[in-house]
Nanobody, 115 residues
Framework: QVQLVESGGDLVQAGGSLRLSCAAS????????MGWYRQAPGKQRDLVAT??????TNYGDSVKGRFTISRDTKNTVYLQMNNLRPEDTAVYYC??????????WGQGTQVTVSS
């Protein structure tokens, strides 16, 4: 199994920046994808960004041009969030997909953007 631990969520003013981190551990299988989803209370969990094992990225429409996903190892992922907006307020969840095509989720980290 995979354990994912997120960090970096905070309260920030609109227009500010945050950097989220996620570290994966506990599996002998390769992690092919890692990414971020977000969920506001009472809302659906939506795609923020994903990155493949070869570095191909995918972004949700609302964050394109503002957020950047990256990694320093195949088991660690980051989300640089710039020009934050109140609509970005949500719990941000890290996710990982292994070579066996199983998905794992972190506990979430709260991002709050004030107007």
């Amino acid at each position: 199994q995979v354990q994912l631990v997120e960090s970096g969520g905070d309260l920030v003013q609109a227009g500010g920046s945050l950097r989220l981190s996620c570290a994966a551990s506990g599996t002998a299988f390769r992690i092919n994808f890692m990414g971020w989803y977000r969920q506001a209370p009472g809302k659906q969990r939506d795609l923020v960004a994903t990155i493949s094992g070869v570095g191909v990225t995918n972004y949700g429409d609302s964050v394109k041009g503002r957020f950047t996903i990256s990694r320093d190892t195949k088991n660690t992922v980051y989300l640089q969030m710039n020009n934050l907006r109140p609509e970005d307020t949500a719990v941000y969840y890290c996710t990982a997909r292994t070579a066996t095509m199983r998905d794992y989720w972190g506990q979430g980290t709260q991002v709050t953007v004030s107007s």
